[in-house]
């Protein structure tokens, strides 16, 4: 079993939607959360940082961590076709120590 | 700001060769982490570097080694290159201590190929 489950995808919405992403995990020593947008053939890109539980609002992204039940979950409002990448769930226990990522899940929005 | 630089951006290698990635971290940081990412999936944590040292390591065998400079860019060195070899190699930084706040970059990658 992996220590992060994520949903491969890919998962396709019309433009305007709500997008909604999670992850699993099986490691409790994690505190760090992290949501990467990663475009085709690019380097990853920081979208949300959480530390331990709760939610978290950047403009039209809002990450949920619930520890106790070992799952994270991002929500992008008003998606738009540039949205369309493939989004890595990562998690540490030290910061920016070794993270653990999600297989990524591919999202592709539709005008 | 460059950001976190790599070279080369692609690379083509047979089996048994060695190969030498390069990276240049973001203006300001002196920790460098190494990626490397399967086609489809996430990335897999190599090891990390601050003041010099291998720091962190993930489950890569010593055919991955690295090195850093006092200028704290970075090489990651791979010997006896096989198939499975094949991945885009990310290179990160950050700051000592980071807190949130002071954000981890990646740079783009050098993508490695294995014939």
């Known amino acids: 079993q992996k220590e992060v489950e994520q949903d491969p995808g890919p998962l396709s919405v019309p433009e305007g939607a709500i997008v909604s992403l999670n992850c699993t995990y099986s490691?409790?020593?994690?505190?760090?959360f992290m949501w990467y947008r990663q475009y085709s053939r690019k380097g990853p890109e920081l979208l949300m940082y959480?530390?331990?539980?709760g939610n978290k609002e950047d403009g039209r992204f809002t990450a949920q961590v619930d520890k106790s039940s070992k799952y994270i979950s991002l929500f992008i409002r008003d998606s738009q076709p540039s949205d369309s990448a493939t989004y890595l769930c990562?998690?540490?226990?030290?910061?920016?120590?070794?993270?653990?990522f999600g297989a990524g899940t591919q999202v592709v929005v539709t005008p | 700001d460059a950001g976190v630089t790599q070279s080369p951006t692609h690379l083509i290698k047979t089996r048994g060769q060695q190969v030498t990635l390069r990276c240049s971290p973001k203006s300001g940081h002196d920790t460098v982490s190494w990626y490397q990412q399967a086609l489809g999936q996430g990335p897999q944590f190599i090891f990390q570097?601050?003041?010099?040292?291998?720091?962190q390591r993930g489950n890569f065998p010593d055919r991955f080694s690295g090195h850093q400079f006092p200028n704290y860019s970075s090489e990651l060195n791979v010997n006896a290159l096989l198939l499975g070899d094949s991945a885009l190699y990310l290179c990160a930084s950050n700051t000592e201590g980071a807190s949130g706040k002071e954000t981890q970059y990646f740079g783009p990658g050098t993508r490695l190929l294995v014939l």
């Open positions: 959480t530390y331990s539980s």
């Open positions: 990562a998690m540490s226990a030290g910061s920016w120590g070794k993270l653990q």
């Open positions: 490691n409790s020593a994690f505190q760090y």
């Open positions: 570097y601050y003041e010099e040292e291998e720091r």
